[in-house]
């Protein structure tokens, strides 16, 4: 089979799964596909969604099921790019985190960019809004978090924290870092050991490498109890 003959296979069963669940199908010419998607570069597919719905802050901190890893929440500072704050969601859901937070004020929306910048992840991870970052984070210290801010000026390195309990993961906004009344909250700040002429990383490339470092740890200790008990 061709590759345009797969493509044209794939695209009609698209249809009629669309169709069977009663989705509304239009077809149109290539230069309005391309308009839709904001790109020549698709697969000749577009799908309209509503904007996804911000999740509840209070219910991201209920208590965990038992048997189930420690809370895991990202807090996101000012993050003002759609591809960012897309890119950290996905790595997010990936890294087994219960939801992100975002502040009602300087932060990018939950927008069509940010949902095809998460590749999908945005459709089944929360991400709740909350009026004052600060006094959410207070209240997840109420609530049994411990709070880890990344700050390229820390000392303390990332490695050092112990991820195994509940935590929330605290970063700042592209170019500005954490704002002084969220740093003051965290309980440790933390940086990333970089070599060369530029320290700071991208956040949502940063929000990846202190994420699966919670992953690393999580799974030595679910390991580690697993051959205690044989």
Excluded at 84 to 96: D, Q
Excluded at 130 to 144: D, F, I, P, Y
Excluded at 173 to 198: M, N, Q, Y
Aim: proline share 5%.
């Amino acid at each position: 089979m061709t590759r345009s003959r797969s493509r044209k296979a794939r695209i009609e069963e698209l249809v009629r799964l669309a169709r069977k669940l009663g989705i509304p199908v239009r077809f149109e010419e290539r230069a309005q596909v391309d308009r839709a998607a904001g790109t020549r570069e698709h697969q000749g597919v577009v799908a309209f969604v509503s904007s996804a719905p911000a999740a509840n802050f209070y219910d991201l901190l209920k208590p965990r099921p038992a048997g189930s890893a420690p809370g895991l929440l990202v807090l996101l500072d000012g993050v003002e790019d759609p591809q960012n704050l897309g890119a950290i969601v996905r790595t997010s859901l990936a890294a087994g985190a219960q939801g992100v937070v975002i502040p009602e004020r300087r932060a990018a929306g939950l927008t069509d960019t940010v949902a095809r910048a998460s590749a999908g992840a945005l459709a089944h991870l929360p991400v709740a809004r909350v009026t004052n970052l600060s006094q959410a984070m207070e209240e997840m210290k109420e609530a049994g978090y411990w709070l880890v801010g990344l700050d390229e000026r820390a000392d303390q390195l990332h490695t050092s924290v112990d991820f195994k309990i509940p935590v929330g993961i605290v970063l700042g906004g592209e170019g500005k870092g954490l704002h002084a009344l969220v740093r003051e909250r965290c309980d440790f700040l933390v940086s990333i050991p970089t070599t060369g002429p530029v320290r700071a990383l991208n956040v949502s490339v940063a929000a990846g490498v202190v994420l699966f470092e919670a992953v690393r740890q999580r799974r030595e200790t679910k390991k580690a109890t697993t051959d205690a008990h044989g």
